[in-house]
C-alpha cells in the first residue's frame, strides 16, 4: 500500500497515518503493534504467487474512495499485478458493494475513517463480529469473542489487557487495512462552531451547534 502517497495526494496532507484498528483519540489506543510500510520488492514476491483474478471496487459518489482505488490499483500495477494480471474496478453503488463483497471470501478491506465511537468493543465487533456491520468478508477468529468481553470488563487490568490484545489481533492479521485517520474538523460556516463531534453515528445534529451570530 502506498500509504505516503494516499496520505498527500488523496487527503492533501489533511490526513494522519491510522495504525491500529481503535482511533488516536480512543483510551487505549496504540501504534505498538503496527509493522507495515511500503514495500513494493517484498509486495512483488508475494503477488507473485496470487493465481486468481483481483478486484477492486469501490462505491460511487464518494470522491475519496474512488482516489484511493485508482492509486491503489497503480501501487498495484507497480507490485506486479499490471499488464498480463486482471485488475478491474468496479463502480458500485454502496449497497451492490455490500452484496459483492459479502458474498466473496479471503479478501481484506482498506479504509480511513471519521470519528464514530469512543468505545474499543464497538470497532472490535463492527470491523470482526460474526454479524459486524463492517465485517464484509467474514473474518473470524475465536479469540477475538474474550477480547470484546474483557474490554468492557470493570476492571481496569483486565479491560487495559484486551484493548490492547485486540488492537495486536487485528494488526497481525489485517481483516481490515487501516489507512488514514481523518480527525475530528468539519467544515462550516464562520458564524457556526461546533461544540460536540462524537456522535454514536459520526454525523453531527444541529442542537450541538452553536449559532454565534
Known amino acids: 500500500m502506498p500509504y505516503d502517497d494516499i496520505l498527500s495526494s488523496v487527503f492533501l496532507g489533511r490526513a494522519k497515518p491510522y495504525k491500529s484498528i481503535l482511533l488516536p483519540f480512543q483510551p487505549g489506543y496504540t501504534e505498538e503493534y503496527w509493522a507495515y510500510q511500503t514495500d513494493v520488492e517484498a509486495a512483488k514476491a508475494v503477488l507473485s504467487t496470487v493465481g486468481e483474478p483481483l478486484v477492486l471496487s469501490y462505491a460511487e459518489g464518494l470522491p475519496v474512495d474512488e482516489q484511493l482505488a485508482i492509486i491503489t490499483q497503480t501501487a498495484l500495477a507497480a507490485a506486479g499485478l499490471g499488464g498480463e494480471s486482471l485488475i478491474s474496478s468496479l463502480v458500485l453503488s454502496s449497497t451492490a458493494r455490500s452484496t459483492v463483497v459479502l458474498a466473496t471470501s479471503r479478501r481484506s478491506s482498506i479504509t480511513s475513517t471519521r470519528p464514530v465511537s469512543i468505545t474499543a468493543d464497538y470497532y472490535f465487533y463492527s470491523f470482526g463480529g460474526e454479524m459486524g456491520y463492517f465485517n464484509f468478508f467474514g473474518w473470524n477468529d475465536p479469540a477475538l469473542l474474550p477480547i470484546i468481553g474483557g474490554s468492557v470488563d470493570p476492571d481496569a487490568t483486565i479491560s487495559a489487557k484486551a484493548i490492547a490484545d485486540g488492537q495486536k489481533l487485528y ?43
Open 171 to 213: 494488526m497481525e492479521q489485517l481483516p481490515i487495512i487501516p489507512i488514514a485517520w481523518t480527525g475530528k474538523d468539519h467544515a462550516h460556516s464562520s458564524n457556526v462552531s461546533i461544540t460536540l463531534s462524537n456522535t454514536a453515528n459520526g454525523l453531527l445534529r444541529w442542537n450541538q451547534f452553536g449559532v454565534t451570530g
